[in-house]
T-cell receptor, first 112, second 115 residues
Framework: DQQVKQNSPSLSVQEGRISILNCDYTNSMFDYFLWYKKYPAEGPTFLISISSIKDKNEDGRFTVFLNKSAKHLSLHIVPSQPGDSAVYFCAASVEGDNDMRFGAGTRLTVKP | NAGVMQNPRHLVRRRGQEARLRCSPMKGHSHVYWYRQLPEEGLKFMVYLQKENIIDESGMPKERFSAEFPKEGPSILRIQQVVRGDSAAYFC?????????????FGDGTRLSIL
């Protein structure tokens, strides 16, 4: 049961441009959403999160948008840098629940 | 290093052997989660433990897999009689509470290869 979906396995953007990574979910009970970044041979690193009471959260170059009616969230990276090249995982959970659901990931490549 | 520590980083086993994966959570964290990542897939939840207790093992295969988090020492994920399909990256994460509204902090994983 794929409750969190990242439909784009890969994305390539030019340095300095905006990167937009998308994520869809099916479980309307999810109320906490996160983005993790993963480099090869390393564990996922927490990037940014948003709770369902908000529709936007910003941290430096990273902004997460949540559209609850569409069950969709996105991560915007502006401006993109070559060091941002990694696999990005979207995750969702229900407060009080132990089971955090992850998407399959999107591999972002930022070209110099 | 105050992060989540997993060892070994790489583990090679032959079919039928046992694999033991260790995880030391971040300092101050008493909640541990194990995930498995198959090639080209996302992370799949396996089990959630607090000290000396298994809280949720709904993602754990019913046979051959077990986990513990003793009062002293690291959390252990144990796979008995390994098969080729167990080849994967196994990640451990920890958090200070078990609430679902906090990020989990991950180790660098153990890559298990079954010959």
């Amino acid at each position: 049961d794929q409750q969190v979906k990242q439909n784009s396995p890969s994305l390539s953007v030019q340095e300095g441009r905006i990167s937009i990574l998308n994520c869809d979910y099916t479980n309307s009970m999810f109320d906490y959403f996160l983005w993790y970044k993963k480099y090869p041979a390393e564990g996922p690193t927490f990037l940014i999160s948003i709770s369902s009471i908000k529709d936007k959260n910003e941290d430096g170059r990273f902004t997460v948008f949540l559209n609850k009616s569409a069950k969709h969230l996105s991560l915007h990276i502006v401006p993109s840098q070559p060091g941002d090249s990694a696999v990005y995982f979207c995750a969702a959970s229900v407060e009080g629940d132990n089971d955090m659901r992850f998407g399959a990931g999107t591999r972002l490549t930022v070209k110099p | 290093n105050a992060g989540v520590m997993q060892n070994p980083r790489h583990l090679v086993r032959r079919r039928g052997q046992e694999a033991r994966l260790r995880c030391s959570p971040m300092k101050g964290h008493s909640h541990v989660y194990w995930y498995r990542q198959l090639p080209e897939e996302g992370l799949k939840f396996m089990v959630y433990l607090q000290k000396e207790n298994i809280i949720d093992e709904s993602g754990m295969p019913k046979e051959r897999f077990s986990a513990e988090f003793p009062k002293e020492g690291p959390s252990i994920l144990r796979i008995q009689q390994v098969v080729r399909g167990d080849s994967a990256a196994y990640f451990c994460a920890s958090s200070p509470t078990g609430l679902g509204n906090q990020p989990q902090h991950f180790g660098d994983g153990t890559r298990l290869s079954i010959l």
